[in-house]
Nanobody
Framework: QVQLVESGGGLVPAGGSLRLSCAAS????????VGWFRQAPGKEREFVAV????????YYADSVKGRFTISRDNAKNTVYLQLNSLKPEDTAVYYC????????????????WGQGTQVTVSS
């Protein structure tokens, strides 16, 4: 069993930066790939980024490539998402999720989800 808790969201102006954290409980955290998803009001949840178990491979949605960076520290049971050059369209609730199925470059049907953290980018 893995429990995930996100933090680091907030209100920032366009062009600003945030760093989201996903803290996990459970000794098996390093056995899972961890991804970030987001859901904007009135829209479906979408994949943002994923990092494999070792942290050596990362994949991103085209909409965030070059602006967001995902990383993990297995010793701290934490995954990070650095958000740079933020745009108003990045406004959403951001969720981290853990699982072991990656299809193509996306984390597919994760086993565990966090409760989400709100990111709001003002124009």
């Amino acid at each position: 069993q893995v429990q995930l808790v996100e933090s680091g969201g907030g209100l920032v102006p366009a062009g600003g930066s945030l760093r989201l954290s996903c803290a996990a409980s459970g000794r098996t955290f390093s056995m899972y790939a961890v991804g970030w998803f987001r859901q904007a009001p009135g829209k479906e949840r979408e994949f943002v980024a994923v990092v494999r178990r070792s942290g050596s491979n990362t994949y991103y949605a085209d909409s965030v490539k070059g602006r967001f960076t995902i990383s993990r520290d297995n010793a701290k049971n934490t995954v990070y998402l650095q958000l740079n050059s933020l745009k108003p369209e990045d406004t959403a609730v951001y969720y981290c999720a853990a699982g072991n199925t990656i299809r193509g470059t996306k984390l597919y049907e994760p086993d565990y989800w966090g409760q989400g953290t709100q990111v709001t980018v003002s124009s």
